[in-house]
């Protein structure tokens, strides 16, 4: 997008009505399909020439089609229909009524019985996965239609890394699924113990792996197209409990910079005046009682639904408490008297939807008449604005982002940029030089060499080559509290098994005792800890052990559980 195209959007956008109600995009495709004229020819090429990328050349020549039209795979049965809409209908916090669940993907893992049903709602396109034997589900979670629309690629992950926990608390599945376009016959899965083969249908992809190692996740998805095309896409670059993103560039926030007229003394009439706008509290909860000491219990809160066809409640409570409430339960940020409006007329509160996309919302004072995220890719995204109160859906890779709030009269009157993970930014010489402090030699050959930088600005960035090619690594934020060790993963290597961990607080030794008795030791290098699982201990069946920590006068600190096996 460059400076004309962004000029254009505005000033189409300011002249742009608001909608009471999202089109309905399945009548306009099935108008449009019915048409084989002369005319629809002429206009798709020059809806091409206009539109000018391959995202949008994707799109209009049907890769997503079927979502966009709110027609992937076939209808859920009766009894998934019911269930669905008898769960949607206990909150206000619901999508709406009509709301059709379209089944894609049924399958079975060791004998247990999975399900992934996908929907249209408004501007959202949403999956869930129904794990049916253990009576268990992840979702709805779902992804901006933006965000599918100008996909450069046939592939939108919507949970890249996700899983159940067993009784124990111990990994009991790895489970990655998302959206694929028209065309897509296979979708590779990247993961730490190797590639695996996706589900694919319903023009959706769907991983799952039972009884995973500690640590498993999803690097990168591959959809292969029938003509033999593959796309790569990353979803991890940084392991470990507390990784954070260090090998992606930086990018610059988009969009203005500048406000053009300020709103003096910025505040939302209604919800001072005590109006009841929108849903009250009560009414939310429908028998689901929330903590009355929280600040949201203040009987003046009040809920309103920016984008009636989200299940997202965004409202304002107490003295100046801003409140995002979804069936999870609310969220609040809240700055007493005039700090609410600090940074100006926008107030707001980011939330993560799931691991792929961010919630953004947020109040707008008097005086703001629309809301538009200026993404750092280049897109722009106009927020669901109702009584004050605004909300959208945001892929984490388009962060950093700029929230622009604009008047009557097209002018910027608030500007806010955001990062996320709180605008943190891992400094560069952090993950520049690392050195040496850690060579393990596994039972059957493999070969581990630990890496660990200097601390820049709090961070400390790790990496453990192997032999066999793996390379793992991440960046440690700095740590104020959290567990004294803890277990990043655990990696194969040829036919090896290693285990990567750190250790805080004071921990200077690791003894790694496993369910036979047997006890390993081994020593921490600036906090990062490597071993090898003795030949003994390695074999297909999935076994469990712990990590203890130590301190220099011998002092147990704490014990970390972890489970491995050698097959997957």
Known sequence: MNEFDTIVFDQLDAFTPELDRWPDWLDVLRRARRSRTHRLLVAVAAAIAVLGSAAAVTAALGGFDRWLAGEPGRPASNAVQERFQQANEQSLAAFPKDTKLRELIQTEVDDKRYALYGFRSGSSLCLRLDAVTLNRSIGPTCAPVAKVRNSPAPLVAIVGNSGFQTQHGRPGAAISFGLVADGVTRVDVSAVDGTHRALIGGNAYLWLQREPNSGQRVLRLTAVRGTGARVTLPITTSFGLFGAESSSPARSPRGPSRVERRIPNPTVGWFVRGERRGFSLGEVERGSPLDRTSPTSDRATRLVKPDPDSNALVGLSGHWCLLFFERGGPSTSCTPGREFWARGPLNLLLSGENDEFIRVSGVAADGVRRVVLFLAGGER?????????????????????????????????????????????????????????????????????????????????????????????????????????????????????????????????????????????????SGLFVFAIPRPQLGPQRRAAYAVGYTTEGHRVQQQGFVFSTSR
């Open 381 to 525: 995204q106009r927020a669901a604005l109702r009584d004050n109160l605004f909300t959208a859906l945001v892929a984490q890779a388009e962060f950093p982002i700029r929230v622009v709030a604009y008047d009557s009269r097209d002018r910027v009157v608030g500007v806010q940029t955001w990062r996320w993970n709180f605008g943190a930014t891992i400094p560069k010489q952090a993950a520049r030089t690392l050195r040496p402090v850690l060579h393990v030699k596994g039972p059957k050959g493999a070969m581990a060499v630990a890496h660990v930088g200097r601390k820049v600005h709090g961070y400390r960035c790790w990496r453990v080559d192997f032999s066999t090619g793996q390379a793992p690594g991440g960046c440690l934020p700095p740590i104020g509290s959290g567990p004294s060790i803890w277990v990043d993963l655990v990696q194969p290597a040829g036919r090896d098994l290693f285990v990567i961990g750190h250790v805080f607080a004071g921990v200077t030794s690791v003894r790694v005792k496993f369910a036979n008795g047997d006890v390993i030791r081994t020593k921490s290098a």
